[in-house]
C-alpha cells in the first residue's frame, strides 16, 4: 500500500484532494490505475494499492511511446473526470498568487505575455472535444510492472484536450518534435499535421505556465530541491519555443478547424 499525505501548500497549486479521489477512482474503473485502498476525506490522506513495478524515466517514456499512447486512449475513453483543467486559468491562478504574495517572478516572464495571448487565442479556436486527462505525465507517474503500464498521483486530473495531453507529456520529458510526431501518430492512428501543430503549442503553453507552478513550489515546499532551478529551465524553452521562426506558423496550422 502507498499513502500519500497531502502537504498543506496543495491548495494554493489548484490541487483538490476530493476530485483526486474521484479521478483516481476512476482510473481505476477505468483499469488505468492502482486500487483505492482508503481515502480520508478533510485530512488530504489517501492510499493506494502498491504494485511492484518500476518508476520511468524520460528514457523510458520515449522509448515506450507506442505503449503510452494506447494507455491514454484507454483512460481517454473512459468515464469523464470530475472538473476541468485548463492550462490557461491555472496559469493566470498562479500569477496572481505570485503578485499577491509579493514573491518574485522571472525576469522577462510578464513581457512575454502578449505572445502567450496569441497563444491562447490560437488554442481557444477549434478545440477538441474534451476527455479525461491526467495533465501531469512526468516520467515518474508513469510505472512499468513487466507486462502493463498504469498510470499514478491524479493531482491536476480533470477534462481537456487530448492534445494537451500529449504536448504536456512531450514537454515534461523533453521529447524532441520527431518523437511528439511519433506520439501523436500512435494516439490518433493517423498523420495529422494540425493535431501535432495543436500539440506542440500546448507544449509551450505548459512550460509557460508550469514556470509559475516552480516559482510558487520554491516559496511553499520543504523538499529539498531546486524549484527556482526548473522553473528557470521551463521557462527558457518556452522564451525560446516562444520567439521561434515557426511559432507564427504553428498558430496558424494548430488553430485551422478539422474534422474530429
Known amino acids: 500500500m502507498v499513502v500519500r499525505l497531502s ?8 490541487i483538490d484532494r476530493a476530485v483526486e ?41 520515449a522509448d515506450n511511446l507506442p505503449a503510452i499512447a494506447k ?22 491562478r498562479y500569477r496572481q498568487l505570485l503578485a499577491d504574495h509579493r514573491w518574485p517572478v522571472v525576469p522577462g516572464y510578464d513581457e ?8 491562447r487565442a490560437a488554442l481557444r479556436t477549434a478545440p477538441e472535444p474534451r476527455v479525461p486527462c491526467h495533465n501531469d505525465l512526468l516520467a515518474a507517474n508513469l510505472l512499468d510492472d513487466g507486462e502493463r503500464l498504469w498510470l499514478i498521483d491524479f493531482e491536476y486530473s480533470g477534462n481537456n484536450e487530448p492534445a ?12 524532441g518534435d520527431e518523437q511528439l510526431i511519433e506520439l501523436t501518430r500512435h494516439y490518433y492512428g493517423r ?32 523538499l529539498d530541491f531546486d524549484f527556482d532551478g526548473w522553473a528557470m529551465e521551463k521557462f527558457e524553452r518556452a522564451v525560446a519555443q516562444l520567439n521561434d521562426a515557426d511559432f507564427d506558423r504553428l498558430l496558424t496550422v494548430g488553430s485551422a478547424s478539422r474534422d474530429d
Open 21 to 61: 479521489f474521484v479521478n483516481t477512482s476512476r482510473a481505476v474503473a477505468a483499469g488505468v490505475a492502482p486500487g483505492v485502498v482508503d481515502y480520508v476525506a478533510g485530512a488530504g490522506i489517501l492510499a493506494v494499492a502498491y504494485v511492484p513495478s518500476r518508476t520511468f524515466d524520460e528514457k523510458d517514456v
Open 191 to 222: 498523420e495529422d499535421e494540425p493535431l501535432v501543430a495543436r500539440a506542440r503549442l500546448w507544449q509551450i503553453a505548459s512550460a509557460y505556465a508550469w514556470t509559475l507552478w516552480g516559482l510558487i513550489s520554491a516559496r511553499t515546499n520543504p
Open 112 to 119: 512575454l505575455a502578449p505572445r502567450a495571448g496569441r497563444l
Open 71 to 92: 494507455l491514454l486512449r484507454r483512460r481517454h475513453g473512459a468515464q469523464a473526470f470530475a472538473g476541468d483543467f485548463d492550462m490557461f486559468t491555472t496559469q493566470e
Open 164 to 175: 494537451f495531453e500529449l504536448g504536456n507529456l512531450a514537454q515534461e520529458n523533453h521529447l
Open 7 to 14: 502537504p498543506t501548500h496543495a491548495g494554493l497549486l489548484t
